[in-house]
């Protein structure tokens, strides 16, 4: 069985499902057993979902900081 040290080594792939089969079924295994790891495991799937949606926010600040040096363009010309 994986130690929780192994757990967190392997978590960022498991969540991106870049692990084998037999690694997944370690790691599906280790949760069942461990209350600690199924915590760790979801906060990491929370704080992953708030990261994909970082690039959208910073994309629609960086359309409302265009359109207004558009503006600020348009007042001084
Ligand atoms: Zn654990």
Known sequence: MLSCKELVARS???LDK???FRQRLAV??????CKNCRRFIKQMRLSQAVLRQLPQGQNAELDSLAAKLAELRRQHS
């Open 12 to 14: 960022s792939d498991f």
């Open 18 to 20: 870049q692990l084998s």
């Open 28 to 33: 599906r295994r280790h949760l069942l057993a």
